[in-house]
């Protein structure tokens, strides 16, 4: 099998069996210790380190969505704001806010959709705001 190969089959083991993957990974470094397999490998780790730099990023900006989300929603309905403001189903504004996978992808609010969501609370809180009950 080729280095390529080997290393592709390390890539199911990466966050879920540190001890396996570590242990492939030694049998691959000194299975293939020419100066270009090393610097193959070594791009594989940093590809790697990369890809879960961007999935921490990516999961630590839905979890400060849902933070900042969390008052609003006990004042607010989500639901509210997903139909009358994205015209969408409040299944599809839960899946962005979760990002529960969606066609095997993690949902995950455009930036137009940040913007649509700021826009909703801005005018429900002029909404509010500017209600005045009259006995």
Not at 67 to 72: A, D, G, R
Not at 73 to 91: C, E, M, P
Not at 106 to 124: G, V
């Amino acid at each position: 099998m080729n280095l390529i190969e080997e290393l592709n089959k390390l890539k199911p083991l990466i966050g879920s069996d540190t001890e396996a993957f570590d242990k492939q990974l030694k049998v691959i470094q000194d299975n293939f210790t020419s100066a270009e397999d090393l610097r193959t490998i070594d791009d594989f780790i940093r590809s790697g380190l990369n890809e879960a730099t961007a999935d921490l990023k990516a999961f630590n900006t839905e979890l400060s969505l849902r933070m900042q989300l969390n008052e609003v929603s006990q004042i607010v309905s989500l639901a509210y704001i997903s139909k009358n403001y994205f015209h969408k189903t409040r299944g599809w504004f839960h899946q962005r806010l979760s990002g529960q996978k969606v066609n095997g992808k993690p949902a995950k609010f455009t930036s137009s959709e940040i913007d649509t969501l700021n826009y909703a609370l801005r005018d429900i809180g002029k909404k509010i705001g500017s209600t005045v009950i009259s006995a």
